[in-house]
């Protein structure tokens, strides 16, 4: 049956404090420059001497993006100059010839993912020859699922054609909002026309799934403007959405000083949109799968879900298998053989790092035992809503209410507030407790206690 959400104002307000959304169990501020490129190639071999290698999974980040939108908070750069773009595809095609031999050569991959920036900023010979390296140094599998980031505006019927072509079979197209108002004050203007014709484009082309991204608490939005964006988005009916709350943060993120703040949702507001975007998308057929994604009935992540399969990864959640995760360009982040890594943010260093002959690596973490079962626990929370206790310790050895006594006690106080249930072979998050999964999820994180202040806030 498909989880329903229990939207509690009350419960919400009460436990609206800053959390990270798990997209790795230890997160990022835990990774330290004690992991080197030395530390990763020890963990691909290794990975490769497992008893079945797991398959591999390849991020690529492209940085640029031709204008700036205002509420941004990722690793870009603003730029119309190809010629930055080709030297980074050079600077691509050392890195990836580095890393790609480490891999044994019978590994094939079955995730490749684009993201930004903006990576339909590169053009159609700039596509073309990124492909063709990652081709000539992976072994890409048959049923490889290829997704990329799409923002509408820099998106071609010619761009849309070569990345079908290629093999492209999933795409998601940045939205945000469609009011012109707020596209003005966050400077990103884009018709909905122009979104649904793109969109329409891509799956007259053969594209098999389409993503949205939209954001809420953005400047000059208001319940009723948001309705109206939700009733476009669900026209276009986007086989998987996902709706961010905007966090700001201006002394962190430049481009954010150009918001005026006076112009945001109050935080009253905020919560009665999140109220109507849950109430909305459910009505009209989206299953609220965790944190800020929906997906139709009969799409595969709501599958995946009910058949205890959902993953989570740095892309948010995923129906595919465990894989090893390579993570290519500046700031990637990598997962390979339980330890993470993350590539030089500065471009500057991550040039002079892959003109030197050496991975562009600068931090990472290696996990612990403790680690891995807590990340293991943090994941079938935030994936199912449900953990078994029994499973964990025929898996671990521990009895878990003695390993976690401190982490129980501390749940209660949630009992008692209808998020969770307990017994004595299982954790079940309520419908109430959906909503409210990161909060439940940083019981366990055995980091948290002193770090809470850098990540945004559920509201
Ligand atoms: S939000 Fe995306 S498209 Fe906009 S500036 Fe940032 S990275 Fe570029």
């Known amino acids: 049956m498909a989880h329903k959400l229990d939207f509690d104002q009350d419960l919400i307000k009460k436990y609206d404090k800053s959390g990270p959304r798990y997209t790795s169990y230890p997160t990022a501020p835990q990774f330290s420059a004690e992991y080197t490129a030395e530390t990763l190639q020890t963990a691909i071999e290794r990975s490769n001497t497992e008893m079945i290698p797991k398959p591999l999974s390849l991020y690529v980040h492209i940085p640029f993006c031709d204008t700036i939108c205002y509420y941004c908070a990722c690793n870009k750069i603003i730029t119309k100059d190809h010629s930055v773009s080709a030297e980074y595809i050079d600077l691509l095609e050392q890195e990836i010839k ?38 000539e140094n992976f072994e890409i599998s048959d049923q490889c699922e290829m997704s990329i980031e799409i923002d509408p505006r820099k998106a071609s019927d010619e761009t849309l054609r070569l990345l079908v072509n290629t093999g492209f079979n999933r795409v998601s197209f ?27 484009t891509a799956r007259d082309m053969g594209v098999q799934s389409v993503n949205m991204d939209l954001i809420y608490g953005l400047p000059l939005q208001t319940v009723e403007s948001f309705g109206l964006t939700l ?17 700001h943060l201006p002394e962190r993120f430049k481009p954010q000083r150009r918001i005026n703040a006076e112009d945001l949702p109050s935080p009253a507001e905020k919560l009665a949109i999140m109220e109507l975007t849950n109430n909305k998308l459910q009505e009209a057929g989206y299953v609220f799968i965790g944190m800020d994604h929906f997906a139709l009935e009969q799409d595969s992540m709501v599958k995946a879900q009910q058949q205890g399969t959902l993953q989570r990864n740095f892309q948010g959640y995923s129906t595919h298998a465990d894989a090893d995760l390579i993570g290519v360009g500046v700031s990637s982040i990598g997962s390979v053989c ?15 790092l892959v003109l030197a002959g050496r991975l562009p690596v600068v931090r990472g973490l290696k996990m612990s035992e403790e ?13 199912h809503f449900y953990l078994d206790k029994r499973q964990l310790e025929d898996r671990w050895q521990i009895s878990f209410d003695e390993y976690f006594a401190g982490e129980i006690e501390e749940l209660g106080a949630m009992v008692k507030d209808g998020l969770l249930s307990m017994d004595e072979h299982s954790i079940q998050v309520e419908d109430k407790g959906r909503l409210l999964i990161r909060n439940i999820c940083m019981v366990f994180d055995a980091y ?12």
């Open 338 to 352: 339980e330890s993470y890594y993350q590539n030089s943010s500065k471009m500057d260093e991550y040039r002079e």
């Open 98 to 135: 580095m890393l790609a031999p480490l891999f044994d050569p019978d590994r094939e991959l079955e995730q490749l993912h684009f993201g930004g920036g903006t990576p339909t900023f590169l053009n159609y010979d700039e596509t073309v020859r990124l492909m063709g390296i990652i081709e």
């Open 231 to 247: 009733d476009k988005a669900i026209e276009l009916k986007p086989d998987r959405l996902s709706v961010f709350n905007y966090a």
């Open 174 to 200: 940045g939205v945000q909002d469609f009011d012109p108002r707020v596209q003005k004050a966050v400077n990103r203007i884009q018709s909905f026309e122009l979104v649904r014709d793109r969109m329409q």
């Open 371 to 383: 680690d891995l079962l807590r990340k293991e626990v943090i994941n079938q929370l935030i994936c």
């Open 448 to 459: 948290l206690r002193d770090n809470v202040v850098q990540f945004s806030k559920v509201i």
